[in-house]
């Protein structure tokens, strides 16, 4: 199992088996082997930090330079 981001969308991939294994579990909680816990950590974390870096810094720094030209058409 794997989970990451890509042209604004979040995606999962599933082997096989794992598909199998949650259709045969639909509706009820499937286990997951416990080393997979830190390759979805690490996935969540990519995928987070490009959402971020893709997505939200380009809004803040938008609105940051937005603030700034308020400020700057204010004191003239």
Do not use: C
């Not at 509706?27 to 870096?53: M, T």
């Amino acid at each position: 199992m794997r989970i990451s981001y890509q042209n604004k969308k979040l995606f999962l991939s599933l082997t096989r088996d794992e598909v199998k294994l949650v259709s045969d579990n639909a509706g009820s909680p499937v286990e997951l082997p416990i080393g997979q816990l830190n390759v979805l950590k690490d996935d969540v974390h990519q995928a987070y930090s490009s959402y971020w870096s893709k997505e939200i810094v380009p809004l803040l720094i938008k609105e940051h330079q937005r603030s700034q030209n308020r400020t700057t058409k204010k004191k003239k």
